[in-house]
């Protein structure tokens, strides 16, 4: 999965993504795959959050426009339909091999 751009998230996300991970019982990991950053990143995210830094946080980045959203979604998106697409492959292929050797 693609993740959003180096250094791009807003304030909001950042301050959820910390939420989920104390409020909502999930842990870094568990977080950062349903949200699709590193687990570094959101652990640095929450280490902040605990020393009052974490509106600091990504201060120096620009923020992503709509269509660099779009464009990385639509990137992700991509490339969880060419990975479904490679599993349907192998299977089809497993199945039909199977069925050929039940013919014998």
Do not use: C
Request: net charge positive; glycine share 6%.
């Amino acid at each position: 999965m693609e993740r959003i751009p180096y250094g791009k998230y807003t304030k909001e996300f950042r301050q959820e993504a910390v939420k989920l991970v104390k409020e909502g019982g999930l842990s870094v990991l568990e977080a950062g795959r349903q949200l699709s950053i590193a687990p570094s990143t959101l652990s640095h995210w929450v280490k902040a959050e605990k020393e009052g830094k974490l509106t600091e946080v990504g201060k120096n980045h620009r923020q992503l426009n709509d269509k660099e959203v779009e464009m990385a979604q639509l990137k992700r998106e991509i490339a969880e339909l060419k990975m479904e697409r490679d599993i349907f492959k192998k299977a089809a292929a497993y199945f039909a091999k199977e069925s050929q050797r039940g013919a014998r």
